[in-house]
Nanobody, 124 residues
Framework: QVQLVESGGGLVQAGASLRLSCAASGRTFSSRGMSWFRQAPGKEREFVGN????????YYGESVKGRFTISRDNARNTVYLQMNSLKPEDTAVYYC?????????????????WGQGTQVTVSS
């Protein structure tokens, strides 16, 4: 079993940066791919990006490509989401999720453990 706790959200102005953290507990963390999703009010959960078990491979959604970076530190059981050049449309609750089984998915059904989410609000 994996437990995930996100932190680092907040209110920032457009153009600012934030770094989110996702602290994991559980023996299987270092063998799992991890993803970040986000959900704005009234919208479906959106794929932000993922990272494989070793950190050697990442993939991003089109809306964040070039601005967001995912990394992980398996020694600390933590995944990070560095968000630069934030825009008002990035406002959402951000969730980290642990991949179900092998591979990396871009849809929520591919993940079996989720954090509680952290709010990011970007003002214009």
């Amino acid at each position: 079993q994996v437990q995930l706790v996100e932190s680092g959200g907040g209110l920032v102005q457009a153009g600012a940066s934030l770094r989110l953290s996702c602290a994991a507990s559980g023996r299987t963390f270092s063998s799992r791919g991890m993803s970040w999703f986000r959900q704005a009010p009234g919208k479906e959960r959106e794929f932000v990006g993922n990272i494989n078990w070793s950190g050697g491979s990442t993939y991003y959604g089109e809306s964040v490509k070039g601005r967001f970076t995912i990394s992980r530190d398996n020694a600390r059981n933590t995944v990070y989401l560095q968000m630069n050049s934030l825009k008002p449309e990035d406002t959402a609750v951000y969730y980290c999720a642990a991949q179900k089984g092998a591979g990396l998915s871009t849809i929520p059904l591919g993940y079996d453990y989720w954090g509680q989410g952290t709010q990011v609000t970007v003002s214009s």
